[in-house]
């Protein structure tokens, strides 16, 4: 089945505990990112992948960081969390931005930084 | 810069109810227009989308049509259900310099009540 995953789904964290949200996909997609939700806010990227060893800044990217060693994972990082961190992250992947294309979204990670 | 409007929610209907929700976009170019929709609890989806003026996607009794005219990509339906109910967002992919960008609307809130 075609789909992208997140772990873990939910997290409740404490402030400065480094984490990392794993995100992975099996369409060989070429372009993954990372959005946060908020209420009132939609969706905000925070980086995004167009290839493997390409990243590149979304609009919020203070306090995140990403990798893309391999096609399939694009982890997300938080290497000293704060409570304003505290959202609902979702991981996507497209073949591309081109066109039209389908973005296919995870389940989302709901995370709480106390 | 690149921009996608969202009516503001909750939008909160009877079933079986006409739906409208609005919106409209800023591009600079020829932008490639789609509606996801998140269920309770879910990733976001694909619901429809449309690639150039004057074409109408639709998908599970939803209908959107592409108006260059007005800049705009309203999302309808003709007789909503309980089911119907979730976040609605619009979106926009359109060409930069050098590479496709993707912007969100802010997402609206349907709320159906039998």
């Known amino acids: 089945e075609a789909q992208v995953t997140q772990n873990p789904r939910y997290l409740i964290t404490v402030t400065g505990k480094k984490l990392t949200v794993t995100c992975s996909q099996n369409?060989?997609?070429?372009?993954m990112s990372w959005y946060r939700q908020d209420p009132g806010l939609g969706l905000r990227q925070i980086y995004y992948?167009?290839?493997?060893?390409?990243?590149d800044k979304g609009d919020v990217p203070e306090g995140y960081k990403v990798s893309r060693k391999e096609k399939r994972n694009f982890p997300l990082i938080l290497e000293s969390p704060s409570p304003n961190q505290t959202s609902l992250y979702f991981c996507?992947?497209?073949?591309?931005?081109?066109?039209?294309?389908?973005?296919?979204f995870g389940p989302g990670t709901r995370l709480t930084v106390l | 810069g690149n921009s996608v409007t969202q009516m503001e929610g909750p939008v909160t209907l009877s079933e079986e109810a006409f739906l409208t929700i609005n919106c409209t976009y800023t591009?600079?170019?020829?932008?490639?227009l789609f509606w996801y929709v998140q269920y309770p609890g879910e990733g976001l989806q694909l619901l429809l989308k449309?690639?150039?003026a004057d074409d109408k996607g639709s998908n599970k009794g939803f209908e959107a049509t592409y108006r260059k005219e007005t800049t705009s990509f309203h999302l309808e339906k003709g007789s909503v259900q309980v089911s119907d109910s979730a976040v609605y967002f619009c979106?926009?992919?359109?060409?930069?310099?050098?590479?496709?960008?993707?912007?969100w609307g802010a997402g609206t809130k349907l709320i159906i009540k039998p």
């Open positions: 449309a690639t150039k």
């Open positions: 996507a992947s497209s073949l591309s931005l081109a066109g039209g294309i389908e973005q296919f």
């Open positions: 992948s167009m290839n493997v060893e390409v990243t």
């Open positions: 369409m060989n997609h070429e372009y």
């Open positions: 979106a926009l992919s359109d060409r930069t310099d050098s590479n496709y960008q993707l912007i």
């Open positions: 591009a600079t170019g020829y932008p490639s």
